[in-house]
C-alpha cells in the first residue's frame, strides 16, 4: 500500500513539474524562443539588419523580382527628440493594432515620396510581423505574398535609390 502511494505520488511530481518545465520553455524564458520557435516582443526579429533601412515605403507594382515602391523622404527637420518618441510611443501603447496602424497610414500619407525600383534576389530573406496574442512575432513569408499598397522595409546593399535587398520586411498584418 506505501509503494503504491509513493509511485502515484511521484508520477503526480513530475508529471506536475514537466507541466511547468514546458511552460517556461514555451513562454521563452531564454530570450529568444517561444511557441514555434517564433522570437518575440524585444527580440522578436533578430535576423534583421543593425542599421537603418535604406528604403521604406508603399509597393506600386511588381515585376518578377523587381518591385517598385513609392519610398518615404523625411524631413530631417522633423526627426523626434527621444522624450518626444518616448511620449509618442506611450500614447500609442493605448492604440489598439488597427487604430495605430491607420495612424501610421495617415501620417506617410503626408510624406513626400520618389519611385525606386528594388531587385529582391531569390533568397533574399522576407518576413512579416504578425500578431500573436498581442504580441507580434515573425513570420517567413515569399516574394509573391508582396502586393501593391502594402509597406515594405528594405535593407539594401547601400543605395536608397533601389540596387539589390538584403533583407525585407512587411508591415501589416495578413
Same mark, same amino acid.
Given at each position: ?42 527580440? /522578436? ?9 535604406? %528604403? ?14 513609392? @519610398?518615404?523622404?523625411?524631413?530631417p ?12 510611443? /506611450?500614447? @500609442? ?7 495605430r ?20 534576389? %531569390? ?20 516574394l509573391?505574398?508582396? @502586393?501593391?499598397g ?21 508591415a501589416?498584418?495578413?
Amino acid at each position: 500500500m506505501k509503494k503504491t502511494v509513493l509511485v502515484v505520488l511521484a508520477v503526480a511530481v513530475l508529471g506536475v513539474g514537466a507541466y511547468f518545465g514546458a511552460s517556461a520553455l514555451a513562454a521563452g524564458s531564454g530570450g529568444t524562443g517561444a511557441q514555434g520557435g517564433a522570437a518575440t516582443g524585444a527580440d /522578436a526579429d533578430p535576423n534583421q539588419p543593425d542599421r537603418v533601412a535604406e %528604403v521604406k515605403g508603399l509597393v506600386v507594382s511588381i515585376d518578377g523580382t523587381q518591385v517598385s515602391i513609392d @519610398r518615404y523622404i523625411k524631413n530631417p527637420s522633423e526627426e523626434l527628440t527621444d522624450e518626444e518618441k518616448a511620449a509618442k510611443k /506611450a500614447e @500609442r501603447a493605448q492604440l489598439s493594432q488597427e487604430e495605430r496602424q491607420a495612424l501610421k497610414a495617415a501620417e506617410n500619407a503626408a510624406l513626400e515620396t520618389e519611385r525606386v525600383t528594388v531587385t529582391i534576389p %531569390v533568397g533574399v530573406p522576407i518576413v512579416q510581423m504578425v500578431p500573436q496574442g498581442d504580441t507580434p512575432v515573425v513570420e517567413a513569408v515569399t516574394l509573391a505574398d508582396i @502586393r501593391s499598397g502594402m509597406e515594405v522595409t528594405v535593407w539594401t546593399d547601400g543605395g536608397t535609390d533601389g540596387s539589390n535587398a538584403e533583407y525585407v520586411k512587411l508591415a501589416g498584418v495578413k
